[in-house]
């Protein structure tokens, strides 16, 4: 798929466009798997869910663990996608990025949910 593949069909915003994008890219490509930190409902992938259940992993409040699974899953060839909020996906699994997936060059994507201002309301989580 190329970006002159790809047809605009309306303003969404851009958790529903991931949600689309996601499921669209999935019945594409048979190895591509959604994993979430609890953030299904939140990042729109509830047509995955339905379409694709048996490629949905739900990893509960557990950011390591779920980019270990990544990793794991893409010895067998899998393409995971891995979603959570953004200051979760890059500070609290520092380690098991650089261990599990970047040392080895594994294919692991990661989709960021709310980065930056939205992130004021919930100031406990950025102090320290």
């Known amino acids: ?13 851009t958790r529903s466009g991931f949600g689309d994008g996601i499921l669209e890219a999935a ?12 953030l299904a409902g939140s990042l729109k992938l509830g047509g995955f869910m339905k379409e694709f259940p048996e490629r949905f992993i739900q990893c509960g ?6 980019i270990g699974i990544a990793a794991g899953l893409t010895i067998g060839g899998k393409i995971p996608y ?20 970047a040392y080895s060059g594994k294919n692991v994507k990661y989709v960021h949910h709310m980065p930056a201002l939205p992130w004021v309301k919930m100031a406990l989580h950025t102090r320290y």
């Open 27 to 38: 019945r594409e490509n048979e190895n591509i798997v959604a994993l979430t930190a609890d």
């Open 82 to 101: 891995t979603t959570t909020f953004a200051n979760f996906s890059t500070g609290r699994v520092y380690d098991q990025i650089r261990q599990s997936v």
């Open 61 to 66: 409040i557990a950011e390591a663990n779920m």
């Open 1 to 13: 798929m190329s970006l002159q593949d790809i047809a605009v069909t309306g303003k969404k915003d």
